[in-house]
């Protein structure tokens, strides 16, 4: 049998090297085309899933967020929901090149992706031997921003190229950065420029200065920590980083430096941040933005389940209306409307304040910052510290209580003098009241001043055997995705003695199964009503703004009489 084949002749252009050259050759040919095969199916593999995402998307609207009461009642929404778009016409050059020497210098250079930032990640993170970095240019954050691409893993990272270079070949690199800055948070629950330029400094995107623009632009890697209502400081270093990142590319010079750091900075006032219909929405809108910048969430379209009781938060305001009209009408006073606001009257006229408390949580049920939202901002359930006279007395039983002395009903001096102002004064701060107090026998008449928050806070201590709750207003904060991103842990704080919280709870006056303390102050400018439920501690305030005389303490005692028992029905 035959076993002759042909020779194979080596061609010419091999034939000069040697034989551990040619499969040295040979091995890297199979293995560039092998890589390409497979780099190639790699690719379409991710092109095909970023086909998937509807890049309509990247220019809408991000949705608003949502605020539900505790029952899931929808009883407003956030400061996301604020948002305005802006184009690129609307946006200074300046923040442009303050944006490009930040985040992304090669921003109008590159497809997308920059490779040579890419390189340089890669290394970094083979040193590091992690995701350390990701060199992220503006379109690539845009893409994650805008489908929540979120996990840090090459996998995430290879999604995040391919619909990057979708979003590229889709949209122009104007429209790309306007959308990013639509899009970004900025802290301070400001999503976008827009929203972030008239909640910080008041005025729109087009509008702002060299150094606002540099400041927002500094911010932006972290919103919460930086942002200049929270730490007006650190924001002014972010703003002189940029300024720096600016000077170093060549966009600016020393002169420039220093005039744009020598421009003063005006933060809209504090009194004018809120945007809120109510005062609930905006102590809600508040906790919020605490919450936000705490866990650092930067998502939109949040749902937040609030622990406000939407029911009990407008019956507590009905009634509370119909009682001040009643003191105002016996008295012959006119309240003013808020269109007479509106054409320039600004009269005295009774306010009032009122929290409800969850007793054994310390879950906001209920809120009332005061008279009129439209015609004053000014949250009175923490601002408003007046002196609580007879409402005072249950803690000065729970100081008496608490170190063994006899709680004599109706005789609040008697009992204090037992144990002096100072002991009585470190239980009731225990409680939750903060004072100021006044050390000497005129505090066991009622010489000690607290919050209505403070009032109820003291309250539901008694009620929960001597164990004080922290107030909060929010249960939770869930994605648009249904993920739940917050939830909120109830806690409480030893305060007192069972017991003591028990003795003193009892001098309240007990009537259809609620304890309710209710009393004007010695000069009578202020009146309070304490309500403890059987699972909610309420305490209401009365009184002016300015303080001065209500009403005879007889006349007013009738009225929170009236107001008890709306309460209590």
Known sequence: MSTWRPIRRTPAWLAWMPGWLRTSMKWLLWTGVIGGTLGLMVALFYFSKASRFDLAEVAKMPAHTAIYDRNGKEMGSGGPNSRRLITRADIPNFLVNALRAREDARFFEHSGVDVRGLARAAVENVKRGGMAQGASTLSMQLARNTFEIREKSINRKLLEIALTLRLESRYSKDEILANYLNRIYFGAGCHGIEQAARTYFGKQTSQLNEAESAMLVGIIRGPHIFSPFRNLDAAREQQSQTLARMKAMGLINDADVARVKAMPIKLVPQEQRGAERSYALEAIQKELQTILDDVDIRDGGLTVRSTLDAGWQTRLETDLSESLRNIEQSKGWEYPTHEKHQQGAEPQYLQCAAVTLETKTGAILALVGGRDYLDSRYDRTIGARRDLGSAFSPWVAAAAAERGRLVLPGKPVQTGRQIGPKETIRIAKRCGITGPFLETEDLFRGSAAATPLELATGLATLGNAGQRPKPYLIQSITAPDGKVLYTAAPSTTPAIGKQAAKEAAD?????????????????????????????????????FDDPQRIAPAKQLDSVLDDLAQRLGN
Request: net charge positive; hydrophobic share 40%.
């Open 507 to 543: 001098l309240l006056d007990k009537e259809s199964g609620t304890r309710v303390q209710a009393g004007a102050t010695g000069s009578g400018r202020d009146a309070w009503l304490a309500r403890l439920g059987p699972k909610g501690s309420t305490a209401i305030w009365v009184g």
